[in-house]
């Protein structure tokens, strides 16, 4: 059984930092990109950063940083400075990079940023 189960969320004031973590069995891992994607009330999914399969990372937010563990089955997301704006659920996703590149979901952890 696949799963992918967040965790790290909370409540934060503005400039503080969360790591969030993300948890993977049931599949492959090391052959899997991953990615944390976020979505704000009324606002599209967006997506924060992806990790290849082999470790090379790509933030999309330069205050955030993306880290795996290919020896754990976990991904990680490191949020500095974070910003009431940066309030969203966060979601794990996993896409595989052989086809045909199936893609799982975590259910996500929700961040507050608030004085």
């Known amino acids: 059984q696949v799963q992918l189960v967040e965790s790290g969320g909370g409540l ?3 400039g503080g930092s969360l790591r969030l973590s993300c948890a993977a069995s049931g599949f492959t ?6 990615s944390w ?8 999914r967006e997506l924060v950063a ?10 999309y937010a330069n205050r955030f940083t993306i880290s795996r563990d290919n020896a754990k089955n976990m991904v990680y997301l490191q949020m500095d400075s974070l910003k ?13 990079t052989a086809w045909p590149y199936i893609s799982y ?5 929700q961040v507050t940023v608030s004085s």
């Open 105 to 109: 979901w975590g259910q996500g952890t």
């Open 84 to 96: 009431p704006e940066d309030t969203a659920v966060y979601s794990c996703n996993a896409k595989d």
């Open 29 to 34: 891992f090391s052959r899997y990109t991953m």
């Open 50 to 59: 992806t990790i290849s399969n082999t470790g090379r990372g790509t933030n």
């Open 12 to 14: 934060v004031q503005p």
């Open 37 to 44: 994607y976020r979505q704000a009330p009324g606002k599209e």
